[in-house]
C-alpha cells in the first residue's frame, strides 16, 4: 500500500488534530455554539477541532502598551500574571516560573486566564511589537 498523504487543507488540520491527541497535547470541539475540551480517546468527524491555546490572551494592541524590555509573560500555579525580560523557566519548586537573569514584574493586567494551565502559559511577545 502506498503512503496516504493529505489531499487538502482539511485533512492535513485533521492529522494535525490527531497527532495532537496521540502526543497529549489539549484539544477543544465545537460544539452548541461553543468550544469545549475534548477528553474523551476519539474523534467525531462531524464536529469542528482545533488545539487549545495555552497562551495569554493579551492582544498586539496590549503588547504595545507594555515597554518592550518585557518580551515574556506567564501565569503562576496560584494564578499570577508576571512578565519578564529573559525567558524564564518552570522553578525546582514546580509552582512558579523564574528566570537565571533579568528582571521581572508582577502584572497589573486584567487578563482572565482563569481556563490555562500555568505550566503551559508562557506567552512570548509577538514579533514586531
Known amino acids: 500500500m502506498n503512503k496516504l498523504t493529505p489531499q487538502n487543507a482539511e485533512q492535513e488540520h485533521m492529522i494535525q488534530i ?13 460544539q452548541n455554539e461553543k468550544w469545549h475540551n475534548s477528553s ?15 497562551e495569554l490572551p493579551i492582544t498586539r494592541e496590549m503588547w504595545a ?6 518580551k515574556w509573560v506567564a501565569k503562576d500555579e496560584e494564578g499570577w500574571i508576571y512578565f519578564y525580560t ?4 518552570i522553578s525546582s519548586s514546580k509552582y512558579c516560573w523564574n528566570v537565571y537573569e533579568g528582571d521581572w514584574s508582577k502584572s497589573i493586567l486584567a487578563i482572565n486566564a482563569d481556563d490555562i494551565d500555568w505550566r503551559k502559559s508562557l506567552t512570548r511577545r509577538p514579533e514586531g511589537v
Open 18 to 30: 490527531l497527532l495532537a491527541k496521540m502526543q497529549g497535547i489539549d484539544i477543544e470541539y465545537f
Open 40 to 54: 474523551s480517546g476519539w474523534l467525531d468527524l462531524r464536529f469542528n477541532y482545533r488545539i487549545k491555546s495555552h
Open 65 to 70: 502598551m507594555i515597554d518592550e524590555e518585557w
Open 86 to 89: 529573559d525567558e524564564p523557566y
